[in-house]
Structure formats: structure tokens, C-alpha cells
């Protein structure tokens, strides 16, 4: 496999920053897509085989909390550029503190995903041991 570079030495600091923070935001979007379609099987198997409305609730909240969050990321991805042209270091701090929202919002999702699908996993294995 042939590796990419993603950053050069001619390019700024700032040109540089904004490549990184794209290229993460890239990876969480492919993350939330992906989970998108395990979100849909899990609730095909709550539908068919679990039956808790509850469950299912909760199912469809987190369904409807990745697509925002998917939302959200992709208008987020396409203001980066932005960033290019601060020329204050207050402006700078801005898009820095914004970036570390956005993860941080991301990784408690992803840890409230995971409760729920473990949740599931194992409702699926009490159903099956019946």
C-alpha cells in the first residue's frame, strides 16, 4: 500500500492545522455514517426478535441524535476554510476551541453509542439463551 501525504514543508502552520482538523472530521463523518447503518439493523432486530419499546425509543434517539451530529459536521467541515484567514490570535482560539467542541461532543456520542449497543448485545444473548 502506497501512503499519502497529507502535509508538505512549504505549506504554513495554519494551512497545515486546518488539513488536520479536516482530515479528523473526515473520520469521525465515515465513523457516524457507519454507525448510521449498524443503528438501522440494531433496530431491525429490536423490531423483530427484542420487542421493548423502550429500547427502541432509545434506539431512535441516538438514530436521530448521529444524524445531527452528522449535520452539524458536515456544515462545520465546510466553514474550516475559514480558519485560514484569522489573522488575530483571538480568532485563532476561536476556531481552536470550536474544533475541541465538536470532539468532545463526538467522543461522548460515541461513548453513549457504545452503552447502547452493549445494551443491545445484550438483549439479544438473553433472548437467545431463552
Known sequence: MIASRH??????????????????????????????KELDYYLDIEDSMIHSSKLYQELHGVRRESALLLAALYRYESTLGKAIECDTVDCDAYYLN??????????AFIQNYRNLKIK?????LLKASK
Open 7 to 36: 502535509f508538505y514543508p512549504h505549506e504554513s502552520d495554519k494551512k497545515i492545522m486546518v488539513k488536520k482538523d479536516r482530515l479528523e472530521i473526515n473520520n469521525w463523518t465515515d465513523e457516524l455514517e457507519y454507525l448510521n
Open 98 to 107: 470550536h474544533h475541541e467542541k465538536k470532539r468532545d461532543t463526538y467522543i
Open 120 to 124: 443491545v448485545l445484550s438483549q439479544i
